[in-house]
């Protein structure tokens, strides 16, 4: 059994299948998406005009800014139609527990 990183964050069940959820994780907006190929966290705020990035479109890979259409790719946080970026945050599941390690407790671990 591995131990789990993070943060406990929610429930698989919490968030359907092609869309994402909002959390606050020491005191950071995260956004959580449930893609088809798997689990992705980034910051919740879109950095062009802070649209909620957690009620983006989940398409392929990436989000699409419900604001703007800015889209970003989920497994980096980089922008795929422009060159801003969000931080992407590590995910793992432990049976049906979705946990987060921030990216900056990423870098401190390392």
């Known amino acids: 059994m591995s131990v789990a990183i993070g943060r406990y964050v929610c429930q698989v069940d919490d968030v359907p299948l092609g869309e994402g959820r909002a959390i606050t994780l020491d005191g950071r907006r995260i956004a959580v998406f449930r893609a088809a190929g798997g689990w992705f966290a980034l ?11 957690a009620d983006g479109i989940v398409c392929d890979s990436a989000v699409i800014c419900p604001l703007h259409e800015r889209r970003f790719d989920l497994a980096t946080g980089s922008g795929l139609t422009t060159d801003d970026a969000v931080v992407a945050h590590a995910v793992e599941l432990q049976g049906e527990r979705v946990f987060i390690t921030l990216a900056a407790e990423q870098r401190a671990a390392a």
């Open 43 to 53: 910051d919740a705020i879109c950095p062009h005009r802070g649209g909620p990035l």
